[in-house]
């Protein structure tokens, strides 16, 4: 796929090979800021949903209900975040990214805190379901914050750094479990869990509103300009029409190979491989890990070498990772060390966050980002059906051997979408 201004004619050229490799020393107070705020938004989203994951039992024994309950509960709070994600990609366009990010949180920390006073399943639900409200679109929102602020020759790090608090919100909530749960019991442990909404007096202060976003809004209102379209259909016009099904379908096909196998892999460890519930858990803790290490990497391969070549890496090193691990792996110990690469290799959301942002102009960024990230969720909602369908018909190693097929095409797919390293954001049109 070529890159000529004939092909997309509304993207600028690239810069030039002198670009100048920025390092974290080279940004100023509000870029740190803003990179801490934005990263802590999606650590709150993978602690969340892995918190209530690890305290499910506790919760189903207090509430008295079984599986099949927490399971509705945990599926409407997809489907909210699914909506919450689109919602807040188009008021981000609207409001500005900051006071988005803002009522985000507090939307979040309240409905999480107050699952302290939760009694029965119907409460369970509201509740979760105004989580996945305030969650869903944290991915989306923190991209277009950190592209937007920090420097071109280092975002590709800071989109990794960003990125990578979904490992470190997972260790969070295992580190809440394992200590404070103990302590004060899964009521409580929610209640403190509310802390993310005292981060919002520090954004208010200490975190700016995108300059872009305000240059953007303030060019938009000068007289004589023609009225611009709205966000959500203006993706979808003939200017952007292609760039959007392309992008939403490589994140379909990342989604799948993701959510699918990750689902899974602990069912599969225990019922294919003899591995016990500690063990499986272990597991946990070394992906976390590795994906943190795989970020970092990623970030740094972003801005040295583009945007699509560290995502085609990523996606394939990830499908031959998982057929390894089907195929070659029978002592644990190598299991371990697998996992480790299977986490590593997931760097590939951080190409992502880069890509989106870096191909959608200012006034619909955010929207494009919301959209494309949860329709895919949406989307992926059928999955774990599909996978646990064909393990009962054809075997686990067959059924976990279709995300290897999603990742190896979504690594293909990305060179269908132009190279946007180093682009300069203010001048896409």
Same mark, same amino acid.
């Given at each position: 796929m070529?890159?000529?201004?004939?092909?997309?004619?509304?993207l600028?050229?690239l $810069?030039h090979?002198k670009?100048?490799? @920025?390092?974290?020393?080279?940004?100023?107070?509000?870029?740190?800021? +803003? *990179?801490? #705020? !934005?990263?802590?938004?999606?650590?709150?989203?993978?602690?969340?949903i892995?918190?209530?994951?690890?305290l499910?039992?506790?919760?189903?024994?207090?509430?008295?209900?079984?599986?099949?309950?927490?399971?509705l509960?945990?599926s409407?709070?997809l489907?909210?975040?699914?909506?919450?994600g689109i919602?807040?990609?188009?008021?981000?366009?609207?409001?500005?990214?900051?006071?988005t990010?803002?009522?985000?949180m507090?939307i979040y920390?309240?409905?999480?805190g107050?699952?302290?006073f939760?009694?029965?399943?119907?409460?369970?639900?509201?509740?979760?379901?105004?989580?996945?409200?305030?969650?869903g679109?944290?991915?989306?929102?923190?991209m277009?914050?950190?592209?937007?602020k920090? $420097?071109?020759?280092?975002?590709?790090? @800071?989109?990794?750094?960003?990125?990578a608090?979904?490992p470190l919100? +997972? *260790?969070? #909530? !295992?580190?809440?479990?394992y200590?404070l749960?103990?302590?004060?019991?899964?009521r409580t442990?929610?209640?403190?869990?509310a802390f993310?909404?005292?981060?919002?007096?520090?954004?208010r202060?200490?975190?700016p509103e995108?300059?872009?976003?305000?240059?953007?809004?303030?060019?938009?209102?000068?007289?004589?300009?023609?009225?611009e379209?709205?966000?959500?259909?203006?993706?979808?016009?003939?200017?952007?029409?292609?760039?959007t099904?392309l992008v939403?379908l490589?994140?379909?096909?990342?989604m799948?190979?993701?959510?699918m196998f990750?689902?899974?892999?602990?069912?599969?460890l225990?019922r294919t491989?003899?591995?016990t519930?500690?063990?499986?858990s272990?597991?946990?803790i070394?992906?976390?890990i590795?994906?943190?290490?795989?970020y970092?990497?990623?970030?740094?391969?972003q801005d040295?070498?583009?945007?699509?070549?560290?995502m085609?890496?990523?996606?394939?090193?990830?499908a031959?990772?998982?057929?390894?691990?089907?195929?070659l792996?029978?002592?644990?110990?190598?299991i371990?060390?697998v996992v480790?690469?299977?986490?590593?290799?997931?760097?590939y959301?951080?190409?992502y966050?880069?890509?989106v942002?870096?191909?959608?102009?200012?006034?619909?960024?955010?929207?494009?980002?919301?959209v494309?990230?949860?329709?895919?969720?949406?989307?992926?909602?059928?999955?774990?059906?599909?996978?646990?369908?064909?393990a009962?018909?054809?075997?686990w190693?067959?059924?976990?051997?279709?995300?290897?097929?999603?990742?190896?095409l979504?690594?293909?797919l990305i060179?269908?979408?132009?190279?946007t390293?180093?682009r300069?954001?203010?001048?896409?049109?």
């Open positions: 070529s890159d000529s201004p004939s092909t997309f004619p509304h600028p050229a $810069p090979k670009e100048a490799k @920025a390092t974290w020393s080279d940004l100023n107070s509000e870029s740190r800021y +803003t *990179l801490i #705020a !934005a990263m802590g938004g999606w650590m709150f989203d993978s602690f969340d892995m918190l209530i994951s690890l499910a039992a506790p919760i189903m024994k207090s509430l008295g209900f079984g599986p099949g309950e927490l399971a509960a945990l409407v709070q489907g909210a975040s699914a909506l919450g919602l807040t990609g188009i008021l981000a366009d609207y409001i500005g990214r900051k006071k990010l803002m009522v985000n507090l920390a309240l409905s999480t107050a699952v302290f939760a009694g029965s399943l119907g409460t369970l639900l509201v509740l979760r379901f105004f989580t996945g409200l305030g969650l679109g944290e991915w989306a929102l923190s277009t914050l950190i592209s937007e920090i $420097p071109a020759g280092f975002r590709g790090r @800071a989109v990794a750094l960003g990125n608090g979904w919100g +997972t *260790l969070l #909530a !295992a580190l809440f479990t200590f749960f103990p302590l004060v019991g899964w442990t929610f209640a403190i869990a993310p909404a005292l981060m919002v007096l520090w954004i202060h200490y975190v995108s300059q872009l976003w305000l240059d953007a809004k303030k060019s938009s209102t000068r007289p004589g300009r023609p009225r379209k709205v966000p959500l259909l203006e993706i979808f016009s003939k200017t952007y029409l292609r760039k099904l939403f490589a994140i379909l096909c990342t799948f190979a993701y959510w990750w689902t899974w892999l602990p069912t599969y225990v491989r003899g591995f519930l500690a063990q499986s272990l597991w946990m070394i992906t976390q590795g994906a943190f290490a795989g970092m990497v990623n970030g740094w391969i040295r070498l583009g945007r699509r070549l560290s085609s890496l990523f996606s394939i090193g990830e031959a990772m998982i057929v390894i691990f089907l195929v792996v029978t002592n644990s110990a190598y371990y060390a480790f690469l299977l986490g590593f290799f997931t760097g959301w951080a190409s966050g880069s890509i942002t870096e191909t959608f102009p200012t006034r619909i960024r955010a929207t494009a980002a919301g494309t990230y949860n329709f895919s969720r949406a989307i992926n909602l059928v999955g774990p059906f599909i996978i646990s369908s064909v009962v018909a054809a075997g190693n067959l059924a976990l051997t279709l995300p290897a097929f999603a990742a190896l979504a690594g293909l060179w269908t979408l132009p190279e390293k180093g300069d954001l203010s001048v896409i049109q």
